[in-house]
């Protein structure tokens, strides 16, 4: 009787994970979905006396952990790109940075997207600023701001800077046309702000006219209904491949920072340097 509890509590899970787009526990359960598949895998080896639990339980595990191991081939790696963006999640805790500015004069991308710019790190943003004459730097929360850097000119004049919602954003004028840049950093998922907060991220993202590059600290995995929301209103693809680019709690291995772009791209990992994110450096196709 444990055992079918077990197995009939795990399936519940895994398929609430799939609902993101009823209640945002489903994204929060969508980012274990590949550990709970493994889990109900092994449980059902225990339940062989009772083959349609068992082979339900076979194929319930298979499905969901396909739909992870699928979204981690990202979409298809453009055969050129048009631009070249560094993501980072400089994190607030102490430290210079330098090794992040190095990494950025070494790669020379076009656009540089960051978020928790701590007040310690304005040196790093400021010894930027020569190389990277256009920027934007919008306040979140304690943890740091947001920003949007481009070596790349202005289209226009216009900005975006949404202070305390974790949003940033340029229009600059790329080889393709007019561009807007902008950076992300969303909160964790439920039971914390996340839903709340990309439910006024979004329509403002809607109100970007043109095409849009898009790039952060989503803290959601790429498989999620809120990435599907992301991708949609942007008319954009995630970049891949999905390499984990945070280690929870310094055990569980995800991919939460992520760069949108009209075409897709592809991702290169980028050492922690100091934070407890990797950074991104992206070829992306616009």
């Not at 400021?126 to 979140?140: G, M, Q, R, T």
Request: glycine residues 6%; hydrophobic residues 45%.
């Amino acid at each position: 009787m444990f055992m079918r509890l077990s197995i009939i509590g795990v399936i519940t899970l895994l398929l609430m994970s799939f609902l993101g787009m009823i209640h945002p526990l489903g994204d929060s359960l969508s980012v274990f979905r590949l550990p709970l598949a493994v889990l109900l895998a092994v449980l059902t080896l225990f339940c062989y006396r009772q083959p349609t639990m068992m082979i339900t339980g076979v194929i319930i595990a298979i499905f969901s952990s396909a739909t992870v191991l699928w979204a981690y081939q990202g979409e298809s790696v453009p055969n050129s790109y048009d631009l070249t963006v560094y993501q980072k999640n400089l994190s607030f805790r102490p430290g210079d940075r330098v090794d992040v500015l190095e990494d950025i004069l070494m790669l020379k991308p076009d656009v540089i997207t960051m978020q928790e710019v701590h007040k310690r790190h304005l040196p790093l943003i400021n010894a930027l600023k020569e190389n990277y004459p256009y920027h934007i730097v919008c306040p979140f929360t304690a943890v740091g701001a947001v920003a949007v850097l481009s070596r790349l000119p202005l289209a226009t004049d216009s900005f975006r800077c949404e202070i305390g919602l974790g949003i940033a954003a340029l229009h600059i004028q790329s080889k393709e046309g007019p561009l807007w840049v902008v950076s992300i950093h969303q909160h964790w998922p439920w039971p914390f702000y996340q839903e709340n907060q990309a439910g006024q991220i979004i329509p403002i993202l809607s109100e970007l006219k043109g095409l849009k590059l898009v790039a952060g600290d989503f803290n959601m995995v790429p498989w999620s209904h809120i990435m599907g929301q992301y991708t949609e209103v942007t008319n954009t693809q995630m970049a891949g491949p999905f390499k984990a680019s945070f280690l929870f709690k310094g055990t569980y291995a995800m991919r939460i920072d992520h760069v949108l772009a009209p075409k897709g791209g592809q991702t290169f990992l980028r050492p922690y340097y100091g934070s407890d994110h990797h950074g991104l450096y992206a070829q992306v196709d616009l």
